[in-house]
């Protein structure tokens, strides 16, 4: 049930943003929409920007299973935005919102848990500290938020594969050089 409840909260938020900016959006107009209480939202979520996150998370977190190794990298990068594209009023609203900070700080965690998966793998077998690991995770993590923030700016309007592929020709061998200048 509280996931259904959850889903359901988070339905009516995608639904708002549409047309709302997300600090224009208020608990009270989202349990409305669901014929919820707000003890319910509250039961659920700490506030608006929490239910954002969740929200944000649920839609990205199917996008990475089963990519993160080098091979499949590109595939993850290129559904992330591909996932930020169909959910493009939550992300342009609160892009444009007081709390574009909060989508940065997200969208670089889920980034960085997804690279530094990519970077483990491709260290298997090789003595690197992992303060090295953690910094080429960090360096890629926002490299790829940047050019996200700006296709965001932009109006999402180039194709993410197109952005992927050249991304690709720049990357390409960098995690494994990287790690072989680090290891001990």
């Not at 990519?67 to 930020?84: L, P, S």
């Not at 194709?159 to 050089?177: C, H, M, N, S, Y």
């Amino acid at each position: 049930m509280a996931k259904n409840t959850k889903q359901e909260l988070s339905a009516a938020l995608l639904t708002q943003l549409r047309t709302t900016p997300v600090d224009k959006i208020t608990i009270k107009s989202i349990v409305t929409a669901c014929d919820l209480t707000r003890q319910t939202f509250y039961n659920h979520f700490s506030d608006i920007y929490e239910l954002v996150e969740w929200t944000a998370k649920q839609a990205t977190a199917e996008s990475l299973q089963n990519v993160a190794d080098y091979d499949n990298w590109q595939q993850g990068f290129c559904n992330v935005m591909t996932t930020i594209k169909e959910n493009r009023y939550l992300v342009q609203n609160t892009y444009e919102s007081a709390y574009c900070d909060l989508l940065e700080k997200y969208i670089y965690t889920v980034l960085y848990q997804y690279i530094i998966a990519v970077v483990e793998r491709q260290a298997t077998g090789m003595r690197v500290a992992q303060k090295h690991k953690d910094f080429i995770a960090h360096f890629y993590s926002l490299a790829f938020i940047a050019l996200i923030f700006e296709w965001v700016k932009d109006g999402m309007q180039e194709d993410p594969a197109d952005i992927v592929e050249q991304t690709g020709v720049l990357v390409q061998g960098d995690f494994q050089k990287a790690l072989q200048n680090y290891a001990e």
